[in-house]
C-alpha cells in the first residue's frame, strides 16, 4: 500500500521550516568547507552520520514509546551543546508538530502540538526534574508524531534521514555550491549512505547518541557570527 501521507510530508513543498535552515553547511562554506560539489558529497555524507548517531536514537526510542517523548525532549536539549543546532532542533520541531496538527486529522499529534507551546510538560513531580522542561526538539517529536501517523519504525527513521540530506541539498542549491540538477544527483549519490546510516544505526539507544563528525558542529556554531547570512543555521 503506498504511504500518501508519507509522501506528503517528504515533499519538499511541506511546511516544516527545514527551508530555513541550512543544516550547518552555510557556515561550513564560509571556513573553506563545502564549496564544491566533491566537498559537498563529504559535507553530505558526514553530516548523515552525525544523524544517524545524535537523531535517529531519539526518533527511534519515542516512536516506541510516545508517551517519554518530553523526557527524551528534555534528554536530547542536554546533548545539543551548540546553541545553533539546539536553537534549529527547537525551531523546526515546533513547526513540523504545528504543520502536522493543522494538516492530519490525528489526535494525538494534535496533543503533542499543543504542549509544545507550553514551557513545562505536565509530568508527575514524581518525574521532575527530568521531564519538566518542554522545548520540542525535533527528533523525538517527529519520532513519536510518525508513530501516531501510522508509520513503522524504519518508515519514519528512513523519512527522517532523508529529509536531512534533502535539506544539505536544498540550501547548496540556495547558497550557489550547485544547481538544481546536481543537488538531485548528490541525493542519488548518497543513496548508499542513507543505507549504510540506516543500518548502522537504528537499533542505537539515547544513551548512545553522539556526534562522530564534531567538526561539522564546531563550524556551525559560528553560524550567528557570519558577516551575512542566509539562514537561520
Request: charged share 20%; aromatic share 6%.
Amino acid at each position: 500500500m503506498v504511504r500518501w501521507r508519507f509522501l506528503q510530508i517528504a515533499d519538499s513543498a511541506f511546511p516544516t521550516g527545514g527551508f530555513a535552515h541550512s543544516s550547518g553547511l552555510e557556515a561550513a562554506i564560509h571556513h573553506g568547507r563545502a564549496k564544491t560539489a566533491e566537498g559537498l558529497d563529504d559535507y553530505a555524507r558526514e553530516h548523515l552520520w552525525n544523524v544517524g548517531h545524535a537523531s535517529l536514537p531519539f526518533v527511534a526510542a519515542a516512536f516506541e514509546t510516545p508517551d517519554d517523548v518530553w523526557a527524551l525532549d528534555a534528554r536530547i536539549d542536554a546533548t545539543l551543546t551548540s546553541h545553533v543546532a539546539n536553537r534549529a532542533s527547537r525551531t523546526q520541531g515546533r513547526t513540523f508538530l504545528a504543520t502536522c496538527a493543522r494538516i492530519f486529522d490525528e489526535p494525538a499529534v494534535l496533543a503533542l502540538a499543543v504542549r509544545s507551546r507550553s514551557s513545562r510538560s505536565s509530568c508527575s513531580a514524581a518525574d521532575e526534574p527530568a521531564c519538566a522542561k518542554v522545548t520540542a526538539h525535533l527528533a523525538p517529536v517527529f519520532g513519536a508524531s510518525l508513530a501516531a501517523l501510522g508509520a513503522t519504525k524504519d518508515e519514519a527513521l528512513g523519512l527522517h534521514l532523508y529529509m536531512a540530506l534533502r535539506s544539505v541539498a536544498s540550501a547548496a542549491v540556495r547558497l550557489g555550491v550547485v544547481g538544481p540538477h546536481e543537488a538531485q544527483r548528490l541525493q542519488q549519490r548518497q543513496a548508499t549512505t542513507l543505507d549504510d546510516v540506516l543500518a548502522a544505526c537504528a537499533d542505537l539507544r539515547p544513551d548512545d547518541a553522539a556526534l562522530v563528525c564534531p567538526l561539522l558542529e564546531i563550524m556551525g556554531a559560528t553560524h550567528d557570527r557570519l558577516y551575512a547570512r542566509l539562514f537561520q543555521s
